[in-house]
Each structure stands twice: as C-alpha cells, then as structure tokens.
C-alpha cells in the first residue's frame, strides 16, 4: 500500500560522492520517519542515517562527517548525500518509512535497495 522507489546508487571510486534519493508513494497519511540502512555480504544490517519529519537526525558513527540525510516532506522524499565515500561503505542501502496509511495502519515500508560500490 506504501511504495518506496530509491535512486543514485552505482559506482565510485573512494573519495567520491554519491546522492541517494527514496521516495514514498501510495496512501499515507502521515510519515513520522525515514531513513536508510546498509548491509554488506557477511555483515549485520545497519541503520546509516534518519530523520524525522521535524527534522531529527541520527547517523551511524561511521558516516558522521561524511553522509548528510535531509527531507522534502511535500515530496514525501529522503535524500542521503554520501561524500569522502570508502570502500568500506560498499553495500546495499536500502530505504525505510514510518508511515501511518490512510487506513490509519502505522507499519515501516522498505524500498527494493540499491547497490552502492566503492572502489579502492
């Protein structure tokens, strides 16, 4: 009922740039938070950055510094600015929603993920 359509992943080479975007569709009601995790092969998945929808962020300390999550809440979408990238943030990201839907049902809705690769 809740789809999340992601884009910008691909490939890099270490110390480039890449700018995430996910956003949400279908029917909501309300977006309390989204945010993006990552797994690597043989790796626990874990979150990389949120934000609420009053504009809290939270980022892994691996990525303080170095990735910046923002909001467009008209849009319904959340952006991940990845720069300085390593070869460590190799992995797929994926994105998740808090959402409420208009059936007022409040569950969390991912998105396919999309591989991000770092090269050394």
């Known amino acids: 009922q809740v789809h999340l359509l992601e884009s910008g992943g691909g490939l890099v080479q270490a110390g480039g740039s890449l700018r995430l975007s996910c956003a949400a569709s279908?029917?909501?009601?309300?977006?309390?938070?989204m945010g993006w995790y990552r797994q690597a092969p043989g790796k626990q998945r874990e979150l990389v950055a949120a934000?609420?929808?009053?504009?809290?962020?939270n980022y892994a300390d691996s990525v303080k510094g170095r990735f910046t999550i923002s909001s467009d809440n008209a849009k319904n979408t959340v952006y991940l600015q990845m720069n300085s990238l390593k070869p460590e943030d190799t992995a797929v990201y994926s994105c998740?929603?808090?959402?409420?839907?208009?059936?007022?049902?409040?569950?969390?809705?991912w998105g396919q993920g999309t591989q991000v690769s770092v090269s050394s």
């Open positions: 998740k929603a808090d959402v409420r839907t208009s059936y007022s049902v409040r569950y969390n809705a």
């Open positions: 279908g029917s909501i009601s309300s977006i309390y938070s």
């Open positions: 934000i609420t929808s009053g504009g809290s962020t």
